[in-house]
């Protein structure tokens, strides 16, 4: 098994079915994004490019988006706490999730997949 998805599956409920439907939603909306497992956590790469993550910490699911600094829809769902280029949509509950949202922040980020990590 793919150890990205391995750690996915071993997550305790409510997050493992929060990270099955993000991924689903990641992998219907930009299919060519590949996932691997990288820095311990869930990554999708696009073009050999870090795209987005998946990480289940504390007692929420974050979806961190690798060219934040060139997003700019939902700028206000998007959570930067403590760090300086990374942002993220944050769930605590699978209700949380917006699919709307969070698709148009996909394809914006794969509008600007080829810019520097750097604004």
């Not at 999708?44 to 060139?70: E, I, T």
């Amino acid at each position: 098994m793919n150890p990205a998805e391995d750690y996915i599956l071993k997550q305790s409920e409510p997050y493992r079915s929060m990270l099955i439907h993000i991924k689903t939603i990641i992998e219907h909306t930009i299919p060519e994004a590949e996932l691997l497992y990288k820095y311990r956590i869930p990554f999708f790469y696009l073009s050999g490019r870090p795209y987005c993550y998946l990480n289940q910490s504390k007692d929420y699911v974050d979806v961190g988006f690798w060219n934040a600094a060139h997003l700019t829809v939902y700028q206000e769902q998007m959570i930067t706490e403590g760090r300086k280029v990374m942002k993220s949509l944050r769930y605590k509950t699978l209700e949380d999730i917006d699919d709307s949202i969070l698709i148009a922040i996909l394809k914006d980020a794969k509008a600007v997949k080829n810019k520097t990590f750097y604004k």
